[in-house]
Every structure is written in C-alpha cells, then in structure tokens.
C-alpha cells in the first residue's frame, strides 16, 4: 500500500473543543479516543487510513494515520500535513534510525526502530545481521508491509519475518498470524553480544526472539560476576547468565518456566563453551525461589516479565514486584548483589524502586543502591510519551 500525490484529498479527523492542541504541536504522537471526533465519516475510515489532523478550528495539525476503534484512533507520522507516506517517506525514516545504531554498535545486532522513538509509531524492528523482525502493531504499519520489505532489502536485508505476537495487534483490529516475509529462517540465530553468544529463535520465541534491551545492564552486573556464583531468575535464552559467564563467572543457574528458552540458554552456552558451568531449572520462578531457600550466590538477577502492563493491573503488579525482591533478595549472600528488573509501563522508576525495596526489606536485608540502569541506546525514548522508557533495572549490594 502506497500513498500517492495524484489520490483524491485526504480525509480529516479533528480534535474536540477545548483539547489543547499545543501537545500534538509539541509533539506528542498521540490522540486518545476521548479527544478526536469520532462522528460516522471518520468511524467509517479503513483502519491505518492516512488523514489530516486539525485542532478544533479545523487548523491542520499532522498527517496522522487513523483506526477509528482503537484506544489509540490517531497516531501522528509527520509534523507536516501535507506528508506523503510512500517508499521514500519510509526510506528516509529507517536510514535515520540505522545511522544512530551503526554510530553505536560495531556488529548488525540492535533494535533498529523503537516505534514513536524513532518517528514510526507502533513499529517495532530487531535486526539480527541480515535477517529483520518487525513489529506492526499499528494498522498503518501492517499495510504497507510491502514497503518495509522493499525498503529493508535496500539495506542489506535477506530475510524479513513478520512478528505478530505483539499485544496491541488486537486493539488495532489486526491479526496474531506471523509470517516469513522474505527469504527463509529455518534456525535459531547466533547473536554475539558483551561476549557471549544467545541463541534468537526468530519465529517462536518472545517478541522478536532476543531482548536487546538489557544489553547495557546484562554487561554491568556481568563485570561484578567475575568468579561468583550467579543466580539468573526468569532468565529466558539466559540473558544475564550467559554474559556472566563470558566474563569469567564460577558458575550459573538459569530458572526459567519456559523449555524451549533454556534449550536455546544451553545452545548459546554450549557454542560459547562454558556448558559446564551452567545449571538449568524449568520452575516456576517463585516456587523455585522458594526451594532455593538456604541457598546462596554471590550475584542474584530477577527479571521478570511485566507484572503491570497497564495501569488496572498495577497495584497487583506492585506486590509481585514487593515478592521477587523479598524472595530474591534472601538467596543473596552477604555483600553479593542483587539486580532486580521491571519492564512495566505502567510502574514507573520511582514505583518499582519503592516496591523493590520494601521487598528487600521484608527479606530483613539493608541495601545500598549501587545502579540504576535503563533499555540501551537503541531504545531511544520519546520525551514526550513516558511509555517508551519501560525498562528499569536497580542493581542493590546487600549486606
């Protein structure tokens, strides 16, 4: 799908009266539901529909791409009005993006686009060498699918996988069918990053196959690892484990409720090898915590998947935040460290930390706050939209 100079006008959808229109002019990537004018002519647009946003004087605001019955009907794709959203428009997005991440990053392993971040909202793409994943999760982005595959090929692209998994796929009305795009995936993906190498499985695991995120943190506390015992809870493909062990490491136990991450943990360890000096537990995180009782390791990392997504599940959120820090926390042995990890959008820094610590409190442990860490460079966050800075990771040294 392409938008071309020569189609007929395009639609417009207003803001309501007395919304100020100064944040979408500040930019502000978004408009809620509650705040456009959702009459039966915008409510009959296709979703992803490219229009003109006007403030309520029917002043032209944006070229916003519009699905009239999502919780989110207008995401903005240029300060321009008049903007034509066609391959070069897109071209020009994505050689900007991959100009920050080549300055950054001496290997073709990183988050290329962090959706609104990155001035293409709802889209998500991981690049693993010449392989890409997307994320659409914006009707706008799912059809012109043809586009980024045309463009990413352009970029060295050999193989494109469609990645449907994302949760906001369904407000947008969309499907959850991924799909191979261009090229073939028939393997997990060797990706080598702080000297380690992960095993991506691109087509069945998480999200996109690997959490590039924690990039920076996973390096931290691996330095602090050097010949301790390492505790990795939710560890997934091994995250903070297997970059403990290319730093030198004793030893590690990967927890994880998931078999197939903890086959692709051993995979990375194995091809890194240092097989030997990694233990696996498919558990529930907590009980296994809570069989770990009377243990203890010198470095201790517990990194969940959100346990408040949005803001309804917070305070529920918040205690099973309180929970991984107490139980954690007492498998720590004294002056060891303990890395604790929220990926929530809806707990913010100062949230997380408050329930961090009463967890650690409740644990009868006295803590010092060593680091704060946050996503890596290649998740640039929007200074406008809180959301896109989710990750928070506090790394404690205990008494």
Aim: net charge neutral; aromatic share 6%.
């Amino acid at each position: 799908m392409d938008d071309d100079s020569d189609a007929p006008p395009r639609p417009t959808i207003r803001l309501r009266p007395k919304v100020d229109a100064r944040r979408i002019r500040w930019g502000h990537p978004w408009a809620f539901a509650d705040e456009v004018v959702l009459d039966r002519r915008t409510r009959a647009l296709a979703p992803g529909t490219v229009a003109v946003l006007e403030d309520a004087n029917r002043t032209p605001l944006a070229c916003a791409a519009v699905t009239p019955d999502s919780r989110i009907p207008v995401r903005v794709l240029d300060r321009d009005p008049a903007a034509i959203v066609d391959r070069d428009w897109l071209a020009d997005r994505l050689a900007t993006a991959l100009s920050l991440r080549e300055a950054l990053f001496d290997a073709p392993f990183y988050r290329l686009v962090h959706a609104e971040a990155d001035g293409l909202p709802g889209v998500v793409i991981d690049r693993f060498g010449d392989t890409f994943v997307v994320q659409p999760n914006a009707a706008w982005a799912d059809a012109r699918m043809d586009l980024f595959v045309d463009v990413l090929v352009a970029m060295g692209a050999r193989a494109v996988v469609k990645s449907a998994t994302g949760r906001a796929r369904a407000a947008e009305g969309l499907d959850d069918a991924s799909a191979v795009l261009l090229g073939t995936v028939s393997e997990p993906v060797r990706v080598p990053m702080n000297g380690a190498i992960y095993l991506a499985d691109l087509l069945g695991g998480q999200k996109t196959g690997l959490f590039y995120d924690q990039r920076a943190n996973h390096a931290f506390v691996a330095r602090l690892a050097r010949g301790k015992r390492v505790l990795d809870v939710f560890s997934h493909v091994g995250g903070f484990g297997l970059a403990a062990l290319a730093q030198g490491a004793a030893s590690a136990l990967a927890v994880d409720g998931s078999a197939p991450a903890l086959d692709l943990a051993r995979g990375g360890a194995e091809a890194m090898g240092v097989a030997d000096r990694l233990d696996m537990r498919k558990a529930d995180a907590f009980a296994a915590m809570e069989a770990l009782a009377g243990e203890t390791f010198d470095v201790v990392v517990a990194d969940p998947p959100a346990f408040a997504p949005a803001k309804p599940a917070l305070e529920k959120g918040l205690r099973a935040y309180e929970r991984t820090a107490r139980l954690s926390a007492a498998l720590v042995a004294g002056g060891g460290v303990l890395t604790l990890c929220s990926c929530s959008h809806a707990a913010d820094l100062d949230k997380f930390r408050a329930a961090s610590i009463r967890g650690i409190g409740r644990a009868g442990r006295r803590a010092q706050l060593v680091r704060t860490g946050f996503a890596g460079p290649d998740h640039p966050v929007h200074p406008q939209l809180a959301e896109s800075g989710y990750l928070k990771c506090l790394t404690f040294r205990l008494d």
